[in-house]
């Protein structure tokens, strides 16, 4: 499959459903996109490589859960970024390429 640029994975946030040909990253990337807490967080909350960690911290920043996210930022070996909420979304997304 064609990677698609962020523009275009965010028109795909209309469809109810993410393509089948997401990875599990990029799935979880989309339901977070889309709004969907809770389905970004179930694919990601049981997996153990440093991305999903990222994706997790993300999560329970984007959810105001400051600590939670701090667990996370650390378990993953990052900072708290100094990004608006919208572009660390971004930054994943693109760093998401170079696993």
Avoid: C
Wanted: zero cysteines.
């Amino acid at each position: 499959m064609k990677k698609l640029s962020a523009d275009e994975f965010k028109a795909s946030f209309s469809h109810s459903e993410p393509s089948q040909e997401l990875t599990t990253h990029e799935k979880a990337l989309w339901f977070a996109g889309k709004g969907d807490w809770e389905t970004a967080h179930q694919i990601v909350q049981d997996m153990n490589d440093q991305f999903s960690s990222r994706i997790h911290a993300f999560l329970h920043r984007q959810e105001g859960d400051i600590s939670n996210a701090r667990y996370w930022y650390n378990k993953a070996g990052v900072n708290i970024p100094a990004l608006s909420i919208a572009e660390e979304w971004e930054e994943l997304f693109n760093e998401q390429d170079n696993l």
